[in-house]
């Protein structure tokens, strides 16, 4: 089946503690984005990359790290999380780039206490 | 920056109904995208329509865009309590993001 997968669904963490949000698209996708959604805000882009070893700043990077080391991996990385960064987080990718309909994943629950 | 806004917030109609959302944005597209989400869950793609369209239609769903105007409108014909959620318009305007607007909340009660 085709689709965008997220570990972990759901994380509680304390702040400064390093964590990783993992993304996996399993349809040879070249664009991949990381989304994060407030009540209010909205969906905010964070990161996002055009292919392997290209990635770039969305509206929101502060905070975050990304890498595209292979083509179907996107993973989210917290160096130091703060509370400010309690969120949903979704992971996307589309065949291209982002002006093409975006494939969800199933999102991850942040708590950062 | 490219700013999107879903009129109205939130919508409450009654099974058989049509419904209507409205997205409006500020600065010329490529393209705009519908997407539903259902609570909490990922976003799904509903219908894309680019900005030489002016309407198209998904089973019952249909999009209008109005490029001079600025906006678009999903209809859902014939609603049914399954379409409860969150409908989010997002707007592609070149090398910028994609912007999502803020939803419209759907609820369709039986």
């Known amino acids: 089946e085709a689709q965008v997968t997220q570990n972990p669904r759901y994380l509680i963490t304390v702040t400064g503690k390093k964590l990783t949000v993992t993304c996996s698209q399993n349809?040879?996708?070249?664009?991949m984005s990381w989304y994060r959604q407030d009540p209010g805000l909205g969906l905010r882009q964070i990161y996002y990359s055009m292919n392997v070893e290209v990635t770039d700043k969305g509206d929101v990077p502060e905070g975050y790290k990304v890498s595209r080391k292979e083509k179907r991996n996107f993973p989210l990385i917290l160096e130091s999380p703060s509370p400010n960064q309690t969120s949903l987080y979704f992971c996307a990718s589309s065949p291209r780039d982002r002006g093409e309909t975006q494939y969800f994943g199933p999102g991850t629950r942040l708590l950062v206490l | 920056s490219q700013q999107g806004e879903e009129d109205p917030q939130a919508l409450s109609i009654q099974e058989g109904e049509n419904a209507t959302m409205n997205c409006s944005y500020k600065?010329?597209?490529?393209?705009l995208q519908w997407y539903r989400q259902n609570s909490g869950r990922g976003l799904v793609h509903l219908i894309l329509i680019r900005s030489n369209e002016r309407e198209k239609h998904s089973g019952r769903l249909r999009v209008t865009l109005d490029t001079s105007k600025k906006s678009s409108s999903l209809l859902i014909t014939a609603s049914r309590a399954a379409d409860t959620a969150s409908y989010f318009c997002?707007?592609?305007?070149?090398?910028?993001?994609?912007?999502f607007g803020k939803g419209t909340m759907l609820l369709v009660s039986p």
């Open positions: 349809m040879n996708h070249e664009y």
């Open positions: 600065t010329s597209i490529n393209n």
């Open positions: 997002a707007m592609n305007s070149g090398y910028s993001t994609l912007t």
